[in-house]
């Protein structure tokens, strides 16, 4: 009833649904995001964040809370925070390359370096056909005026040639298909070959796609760069 209320907009009957039920399932962790979510979109993120804290202590492999708990901290411009909950999604998710590389990117914002490169290393190591983490460390290496900075550049270009044949070989393999059946490549195929090409690059992962270009304020900073220990969190 709560949801079907939600929907229709009638937010405070929702609220006082949501309130009644949790009064006699107060451990559900399913209806304290829910709670958080209704109130989030009425505009209050500081009441909300109390409700996802529940949700996330009793249902903490929830992906959906621990999102808006690391949307809310990077939004609020504390990726310290933020770490704890990227860590926990990359656990719940361990196919799903950005979590790690968003636990990288919150060390960044911290002044983190060197706790920064050595995830971006260890991801690297699992995903070495990863073409952002390949950039991003090719980046914190010139930031850091590191000389791996050249083994990067060079695998990043092995990599993308690598991509390129492969898209290759399977465009001349749907070509191929194309001759056997004896008939001519229609548009709607060549959207679909198309379309083939701007996946390839993502296929390999399950993932939403990082800005690269947007970095301001990310890889660099005022001044010198401080070196932090490296402490496994």
Same mark, same amino acid.
């Given at each position: 009833m709560?949801?079907? @209320?939600? /929907?229709?907009?009638d937010?405070?009957?929702a %609220? +006082?649904?949501y !309130? #009644? ?13 829910? @709670?958080? /979510? ?6 209050? %993120? +500081?009441?909300a !964040? #109390? ?15 621990? /999102? ?7 939004e609020?411009q ?10 926990q999604a990359?656990?719940v998710?361990?196919?799903e ?6 636990v990288?990117?919150?060390y ?13 290393k260890?991801?690297?190591q ?6 952002d983490?390949?950039?991003f460390?090719?980046k ?14 060079n ?8 991509k ?11 070509k191929s ?13 060549r959207?679909?070959?198309v ?8 296929d ?5 796609p990082?800005?690269?270009d ?18 496994d969190?």
């Amino acid at each position: 009833m709560a949801k079907i @209320l939600q /929907e229709t907009q009638d937010f405070d009957q929702a %609220k +006082s649904w949501y !309130l #009644q039920a949790l009064s006699s399932h107060r451990t559900d962790g399913h209806l304290h995001r829910r @709670l958080g /979510e209704l109130i989030d979109s009425q505009g209050d %993120k +500081s009441e909300a !964040l #109390q409700y996802y804290f529940d949700a996330y202590r009793h249902s903490p492999c929830d992906i959906q809370t621990l /999102e808006w708990l690391v949307s809310y901290y990077i939004e609020k411009q504390y990726p310290e925070k933020a770490i704890e909950f990227c860590m926990q999604a990359a656990l719940v998710k361990p196919e799903e390359i950005k979590w790690n590389l968003m636990v990288a990117s919150c060390y960044r914002r911290t002044g983190n370096y060197a706790a920064a490169l050595d995830k971006y290393k260890w991801i690297h190591q699992r995903f070495p056909d990863d073409i952002d983490c390949i950039q991003f460390l090719i980046k914190i290496c010139i930031d850091l005026g590191l000389p791996d900075r050249e083994v990067y550049e060079n695998e990043l270009k092995k990599v993308t040639k690598m991509k390129e044949i492969e898209f290759q070989r399977k465009t001349s393999a749907n070509k191929s298909q194309h001759i056997v059946k004896g008939h001519k490549i229609s548009s709607a195929e060549r959207d679909v070959a198309v379309n083939t090409r701007n996946q390839i690059f993502d296929d390999h992962r399950k993932r939403t796609p990082i800005n690269l270009d947007n970095t301001e304020g990310v890889f660099s900073q005022q001044g010198p760069i401080t070196m932090h220990p490296y402490v496994d969190q």
